[in-house]
Structures are given as C-alpha cells and as structure tokens.
C-alpha cells in the first residue's frame, strides 16, 4: 500500500498524525511529512483511519501494483501450463514422469 497526498486539499489539520503518527508528521506551521510512504500492513488500520478522519479527504491509500501482481500471476499459470505439457508428452511417449520439488 502507498500514502498518496493531496497537496493542494492538505490544510495541516494533523488528524493523520494523531491517528497514524508512524506515518505522519505535521510541523507547527501545518507543514506535512509522510515519514513512510509505504507504511507496513502492520499499519494499515492506523493508515486507513487517517484516511477516514482527513477533513479535507487530502490522503488516500493506493493498493500495491495489481498489474505487477497479475503479471506474476500469468507467469506462474504459463510454467504450470508447460510442465503439464512437458509431463503430457513423456507420457504419451511411454515414459515415466520424476517429480522433484524445489523453490520456484
Ligand atoms: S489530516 Fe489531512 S489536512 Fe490535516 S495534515 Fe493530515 S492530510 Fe493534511
């Protein structure tokens, strides 16, 4: 998950900071620093209830890359795909299939 601010919303209220202060820091002046951008899970709720309790709805969490993670994904189902293939075919020629486990 990432933070995303909007800067031109941002009136340096430091609600996030009283909810997340892990993840927000607001200067006296109003001035706002995202101390982590891509906050762990483990600070998801506290990230997820600055969101909510933002007066000016300036912050938003984007969700990490589903294009990356489908692209994984794909790539896992083409190996599957092969290897049933590759096992198709030695049986299909009378032959005997090994398996053999090992890390991806
Ligand atoms: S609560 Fe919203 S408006 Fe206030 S400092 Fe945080 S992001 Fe900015």
Request: glycine residues 6%; proline residues 5%; contains cysteine.
């Amino acid at each position: 998950m990432k933070i995303v601010v909007d800067r031109d919303l941002c009136q340096g209220h430091a609600s996030c900071e009283g909810e997340a202060p892990e993840v927000f820091s607001v200067s006296k002046k109003g001035d706002l620093t995202i101390l982590q951008p891509e906050p762990p899970e483990a600070l998801r709720r506290a990230a997820e209830l600055a969101v909510k309790y933002c007066p000016t709805h300036a912050l938003s969490i984007v969700e990490d890359d589903v294009e990356e993670v489908e692209e994984v994904e794909a790539a896992k189902a083409a190996k599957a795909a092969k290897a049933a293939k590759a096992v198709e075919e030695v049986q299909e020629g009378g032959g005997r299939v090994v398996t053999v486990e090992g890390e991806d």
